[in-house]
């Protein structure tokens, strides 16, 4: 399995991006999508997940209100609309796939290489 994640970018504070990550090959059994970044000098964190069925969400609290995560299974697409977005928003964000809930980085199964956001005050 592949993950690309493509959408990343310059904005200012404020501002909005939409990230996308696509799956290719074979999965086998449903899975769970999701984001997490990376900013520079600090570990990885979760930022938001979503369910096969994409009922179920979960987000960081830092992001809650501002971001929505949401899925297109025909298009093995996971998204990730970021409103609002602040300076300390800035990281590489990578898309994660787990034959399972994702609630941390923990168990996930396979990563997507990473997009950069930055987000200029």
């Known amino acids: 399995v592949q993950l690309q994640a493509s959408g990343g970018g310059l904005v200012q504070a404020g501002g909005s991006l939409r990230l996308s990550c696509a799956a290719s090959?074979?999965?086998?059994?449903?899975?769970?999508l999701g984001w997490f970044r990376q900013a520079p000098g600090k570990e990885r964190e979760f930022v938001a997940a979503i369910t096969w069925s994409g009922i179920d969400t979960d987000y960081a609290d830092s992001v809650k209100g501002r971001f929505t995560i949401s899925r297109d299974n025909a298009k093995n697409t996971v998204y990730l609309q970021m409103n609002s977005l602040k300076p300390e928003d800035t990281a590489v964000y990578y898309c994660a796939l787990k034959y399972g809930r994702i609630s941390s980085d923990v168990g996930v199964d396979y990563w997507g290489k990473g997009t950069q956001v930055t987000v200029s005050s």
């Open positions: 090959g074979r999965t086998f059994r449903t899975y769970s």
